[in-house]
């Protein structure tokens, strides 16, 4: 849905889901035990805990692989800073 044109009021609703009709069709096709459908190629889901392909690189070599720039912007904006300490009043924690 495109943005509202300059002087036009935006829709004041929520977000759109799915109609009526079809929150009925989907709650009465999981109510009825149909499967799920198929994931694309026909492959199954792998099992968490079970070896899928070659094993995995040690994690050293995977971040090695990342480019230096890269792991500096995610390490700041991703990592936690303590900039400063301070008390915090008793009251102002939720009890």
Do not use: C, N, Y
Request: negative net charge; proline residues 19%; aromatic residues 2%.
């Amino acid at each position: 849905m495109p943005p509202p044109a300059p002087g036009e009021a935006a829709e004041e609703s929520g977000p759109v889901g799915p109609s009526p009709e079809e929150e009925a069709a989907l709650l009465a096709e999981e109510q009825a035990g149909e499967p799920a459908p198929a994931l694309p190629g026909g492959s199954k889901p792998a099992a968490l805990g079970t070896e899928s392909g070659p094993p995995l690189p040690p994690l050293d070599e995977l971040v090695a692989r990342i480019p230096a720039p890269t792991r500096e912007l995610l390490d700041e904006l991703f990592r936690a800073r303590f900039l400063t300490v301070r008390r915090i009043p008793v009251s102002a924690l939720k009890h």
